[in-house]
């Protein structure tokens, strides 16, 4: 992925590997297969529930419909309460999607136990367990982020560089990008460190040692879902309010 961000291929950005991975290769791009594979798994369980929820709609829901309707409404209520209620519909389902993803990947590698499958290198893993997977979510992030000021408030969305002066606009710049990456390197670390925790924990003690760990693993990775979700939500919004978002609540009063 470095490789591929790398406008000069004679300066290496990075040379350190850490982990054994089960690489794909696509023309001069290599990338892990492992990630993929789980990934799909993932994408592949919320379409299955997506599809089991609707297809025989009841006006009271029972069941898996139920359950998708509980979420929807969860979903709907994050947005609401970050983006506002005349703005967040068109943003629902980008947030939602963040959370059912984060939120089922961090699952998935709490109860699922996939180094059970062998691959010929490597081994699976939680999506979120890889730091691409991460990162790809804030670049994500970012050109929602992008894409929301700039829709909303036209060229004008470009003054919040240059206000109060000019002279912060590297600064500026760079905080647009560090504030979602920031976030991943977040997601990233909590459900690697979880992951550890849990693997060193069964090969030194009994397995029912380890199970509060993971129980508590279970409600780490949620709320790490929660608030990846909520704070691309806040950015969204702050992106498409900027510095007229004090001019847009005295409107209000």
Known sequence: MLSV?????????ASLEVGH???????????HGQVF??????IGLLVLASLA???NIQRIPSGIQNFMEYALEFIRDLAKNQLGEKEYRPWVPFIGTLFLFIFVSNWSGALIPWKLIKLPEGELAAPTNDINTTVALALLTSLAYFYAGFSKRGLGYFKKYIEPTPVLLPIAILEDFTKPLSLSFRL?????ADELVVAVLVLLVPLFVPLPVMALGLFTSAIQALVFATLAAAYI???????????HEDHSH
């Open 237 to 247: 919004h702050e992106a498409m309010e900027g510095h007229g978002g004090e001019e």
């Open 21 to 31: 991975h089960f690489y794909w290769e696509l023309g001069n791009l290599k990338v």
């Open 5 to 13: 961000l790398n406008p000069f291929n004679c300066f290496t950005l």
């Open 37 to 42: 594979l789980t990934s799909w798994f993932v």
């Open 53 to 55: 929820a609707t297809k």
């Open 188 to 192: 990233f670390g909590n459900i690697l």
